[in-house]
């Protein structure tokens, strides 16, 4: 059975999903007239009614509001021949989380941002997502935690 932070996550992700989808990338998340948390929520009452501590869902969910900038910078710096527009929605919206996890929370050990970030991919992408999110998060990872901890020297 999925943890309650998968799920958070993963509702968190068709929220990100959901608004660029609707608006673009290139939008400012937290300028828009629908709020994001409603969103949120209602994904959370539909897809997981027995998530009983919501909190981590709200807070991951307003970090990446609140870094959404400099967020899709880090995306763009370790994803270069991919330029925001032309990555899938779903994937950029997997990476805006597992980004934000790494880089700005303190919560998440940066190794479980990775492989959560690859479970959703493996079941909302297509058969590369999981590769492609793995290399661009792992680099994001060595940039920002030094490098990577499953690796022996």
Excluded at 57 to 73: F, P, R, S
Aim: proline share 5%; net charge negative; aromatic share 8%.
């Amino acid at each position: 059975m999925a943890s309650y932070r998968h799920l958070a996550r993963t509702c968190v992700m068709q929220t990100i999903f959901e608004l660029e989808f609707r608006s673009g990338i290139n939008i400012d998340l937290s300028q828009l007239s629908q709020d994001p948390i409603e969103i949120l929520d209602c994904l959370m009452n539909e897809f997981a009614p027995k998530l009983s501590e919501k909190d981590f869902a709200y807070k991951t969910l307003e970090g990446i509001v609140d870094h959404q900038k400099d967020i899709l910078e880090i995306i763009s710096k370790f994803a270069p021949e991919w330029p925001l527009d032309k990555i899938a929605h779903i994937d950029r919206a997997i990476l805006e989380i597992g980004a934000y996890e790494i880089v700005f929370s303190d919560d998440v050990p940066p190794v479980v941002a990775i492989n959560e970030a690859v479970e959703i991919a493996k079941h909302f992408g297509d058969t590369n997502s999981p590769k492609f999110i793995n290399g661009v998060l792992s680099n994001v990872m060595k940039e920002y935690h030094g490098q990577d901890k499953r690796s022996k020297d």
